[in-house]
């Protein structure tokens, strides 16, 4: 089975930037996303992608966030910039052991089940 595997994460000031690696055991899957967990509230999806060249973001972090693949590694990435404090999280990457595109679905917890362990990110105003 797939592991996934995070890092990138860290400490910044509002305004600041960071970038997510999501590292694969094998990248031998074709939908990936990024999710984040905020302290006391559910897990949700910030971002998704696919090998039939599709992606999308939620709302927050549309125009800020930007989500590519390494096609020389099996390394997903997570561009985050100007950062918010509201963008405090735990950011986990996520893939699922079904072939095809993320469809309609790829920022829905509930389409994956593969996870990595997590990193931390806080942003400071």
């Known amino acids: 089975q797939v592991q996934l595997v995070e890092s990138g994460g860290g400490s910044v000031q509002a305004g600041g930037s960071l970038r997510l690696s999501c590292a694969a055991s094998a990248f031998s899957v074709s939908c990936v996303g990024w999710f984040r967990q905020a302290p006391g509230k559910e897990r949700e999806g910030v971002a998704y992608w696919d090998s039939y060249g599709s992606s999308d973001y939620a709302d927050s972090v549309k125009g800020r966030f930007t989500i590519s693949k390494d096609s020389a590694k099996t390394t997903l990435y997570l561009q985050m910039r100007s950062l918010e404090p509201d963008d405090t999280a735990i950011y986990y990457c996520?893939?699922?052991?079904?072939?095809?595109?993320?469809?309609?679905?790829?920022?829905?917890?509930?389409?994956?089940?593969?996870w990595g362990q997590g990193t931390q990110v806080t942003v400071s105003s």
């Open positions: 996520a893939t699922r052991p079904l072939f095809g595109p993320c469809g309609d679905t790829g920022l829905r917890e509930s389409s994956y089940s593969i």
